[in-house]
């Protein structure tokens, strides 16, 4: 019998017994408890029939609502993206304002993650616009601009405790990504290579470009090395080209992502933080790591 997630927002935490109410009796679900109050519950339902018709109902007011099949929720491992992602931030538009070129390059991300242009190509043209930008640039943008996103270090400080293998599969740069990795816990990253020569950006990215194919790749890869399949994965991101991987995974979850990515992919978050991927796979807040 699928299991249903019902999810409020952190900064509300106001999902009460009468919201909840309202999605057992649009898909007469059964057996409801509580994962953590205010913020989350589960419930069994006979069917999906009903569920677009309960999300309609309970979306605007604020909840997400997921459903799933009943087994093997838990994952053993989590891919997900970096930029506006585990951070609240795009790297590439915080460089490129910091060059005094960020509406140029803002433009072309959003239209980049929304899917209207290749990603690849779209990558080649915005990291042109930051030749002759310092390379310290990098580091003063780490510090002063990137936040994490909430959520995120409970994410993976939890599946981690559970035996699960994390890993951070960005479009973005080493240069972000391994500190952003370190500061979470993840157990790697894998990105793109910003080139420099003489401390000063060169304007180009390392090939090959680790595009959309390339974070299914990644998913693949990361899974056989340690006896899993794509199945046993949960993955997250927002833009266009995390779509192939959460198309993937045995759970794929799209975070307040773009509108082309959160109708397609199998599961959307839009109020929910990150911690919404604990509950998603059963898990009760007293379990989450500290």
């Avoid at 017994?17 to 519950?41: F, N, P, S």
């Avoid at 005094?100 to 690849?120: H, K, Y």
């Avoid at 080493?174 to 020569?197: I, M």
């Avoid at 794509?230 to 759970?251: C, E, F, K, R």
Wanted: glycine share 10%; charged share 20%.
């Amino acid at each position: 019998m699928p299991i249903v997630t019902l999810l409020a927002a952190p900064a509300r935490a106001d999902l009460t017994q009468g919201i909840l109410d309202i999605a057992l009796r649009g898909m007469d679900g059964t057996d409801a408890h509580w994962l953590a109050t205010g913020l989350a519950a589960e419930f069994a339902a006979p069917s999906g029939d009903a569920f677009h018709a309960t999300w309609a109902t309970l979306h605007g007011d604020g909840f997400d609502l997921a459903i799933q099949p009943e087994g093997a929720r838990r994952k053993a491992l989590l891919l997900a993206d970096m930029d506006s992602t585990m951070i609240s931030q795009e790297c590439i538009d915080e460089l490129a304002d910091f060059a005094g070129v960020g509406g140029r390059v803002a433009a072309i991300t959003t239209r980049a993650m929304n899917g209207e242009l290749d990603f690849e190509e779209a990558l080649i043209e915005r990291v042109g616009l930051l030749s002759g930008l310092p390379e310290a640039a990098i580091a003063e943008v780490l510090a002063t601009r990137i936040t994490l996103a909430a959520g995120g270090a409970a994410l993976v400080a939890t599946m981690r405790a559970h035996g699960a293998y994390a890993a951070l599969v960005s479009g973005g740069f080493t240069d972000f990504t391994a500190p952003v990795a370190k500061a979470l816990g993840f157990d790697e990253d894998r990105a793109n290579t910003l080139l420099a020569s003489d401390g000063v950006l060169l304007g180009q990215v390392g090939m090959p470009i680790l595009g959309r194919e390339a974070k299914v790749e990644a998913l693949h890869q990361i899974a056989a090395a340690r006896g899993l399949t794509p199945a046993d994965a949960i993955a997250v991101g927002d833009g266009a080209n995390d779509l192939p991987m959460l198309l993937a995974a045995g759970t794929g979850v799209a975070l307040h992502a773009k509108p082309t990515v959160a109708a397609q992919a199998p599961i959307r978050l839009d109020h929910a933080d990150l911690t919404g991927l604990l509950y998603l796979q059963g898990y009760h807040r007293d379990e989450f790591a500290a």
